[in-house]
């Protein structure tokens, strides 16, 4: 096992106004089998006492620090500022309203420690849930040589299924990458690992060891006129990788299918005719055509 095992893990929590439910997040952290662990919190302008509730509630924990940004900026300023605080070579990111498994660092650092020296990140699978509500990302259906290593990359494309909670990463390898791309404001740990998966290997653990509650009001991807348009324009990003790699039909469907499962079909049409590719023009006539058709 190389050295990465038994390093430093320095954990940011980006959070908005959720006083309430960050101590859940925290100790899932505090509870975590691997003990060598930093938490970064860093407080996105919030208005309703968290700085107060953290030195009140964890104070006495030398291993715990809030970063306060002076207006709101978004969490992917939030994640990139408190990497740039981390003492650890190892960084992971966790949310504010959200559960860890008690293995979770446990288990992917030794991952990360056996896995190949082009290794970058490794990622788990999660649980989405309301209620009884429950699924599991990625599909437990696709076999994991299609999540992680050669294979990765390709089924990225079509399908947004790593989570930034998700990832272990080495911070020199994040910063380097660029970090989270600010600009989005949606869906940036999707383009990140994008982005990372390009010219690193990704590795994964196929059991979910991530909780996320869906659907709380103010949730980062509430705001579905954001989600697709954020999927629009993470493809013509990378426009040509899907080109070279068979993929932009697909992924059009796929983002197509994803934008009327949220009831954004037309706005999504629209945002892709924007960006003028003459693939877009005629996907958007196809399917206007068999609108009429149908």
């Not at 740039?84 to 949310?95: C, E, Q, R």
């Not at 999540?147 to 089924?155: H, T």
């Not at 990225?156 to 910063?175: H, N, S, Y």
């Amino acid at each position: 096992m190389s050295a990465r095992y038994g390093e430093l893990v320095s954990i940011v929590i980006p959070t908005h106004n959720r006083k309430d439910l960050l101590p859940d997040a925290i100790d899932s952290v505090l509870a975590q089998t691997y003990e060598n662990t930093e938490i970064i919190v860093v407080d996105d302008a919030s208005t309703d006492g968290t700085p107060e509730m953290l030195t009140k509630r964890y104070g006495h924990l030398d291993n715990i620090a809030c970063i306060v940004n002076d207006r709101n900026c978004g969490p992917g300023y939030s994640r990139n500022t408190g990497v740039t605080y981390a003492k650890g070579d190892i960084v992971a990111f966790h949310d504010s309203d959200d559960l860890w498994m008690k293995d979770k660092l446990e288990r992917q650092m030794k991952l990360l420690s056996e896995a190949p020296p082009d290794t970058a990140m490794v990622y788990c699978a999660m649980v989405k849930r309301q209620g009884s509500y429950r699924l599991t990302v990625p599909d437990p259906g696709i076999p994991l040589e299609e999540k992680s290593g050669k294979g990765f990359l390709r089924n990225l494309l079509i399908r947004p299924f790593v989570g930034a909670p998700t990832m272990v990463i080495e911070k020199d390898c994040f910063i380097s990458s660029g970090g989270f791309d600010e600009s989005l404001g949606c869906l940036e740990d999707y383009e990140f690992s994008i982005r990372l998966a390009l010219d690193r290997n990704i590795e994964m653990i196929e059991e979910p060891l991530y909780i996320q509650n869906l659907w709380r009001e103010g949730s980062v991807n509430s705001d579905n006129l954001k989600f697709v348009s954020a999927l629009a324009d993470i493809m013509d990003r990378y426009y040509d990788t899907y080109k070279k790699e068979d993929l932009l039909s697909d992924k059009l469907e796929y983002d197509f299918a994803v934008s009327m499962g949220r009831e954004c079909a037309e706005v999504y049409l629209k945002k892709i005719l924007t960006l003028g590719r003459p693939e877009y023009l005629a996907f958007v006539k196809d399917k206007l055509e068999r609108a009429k058709g149908s």
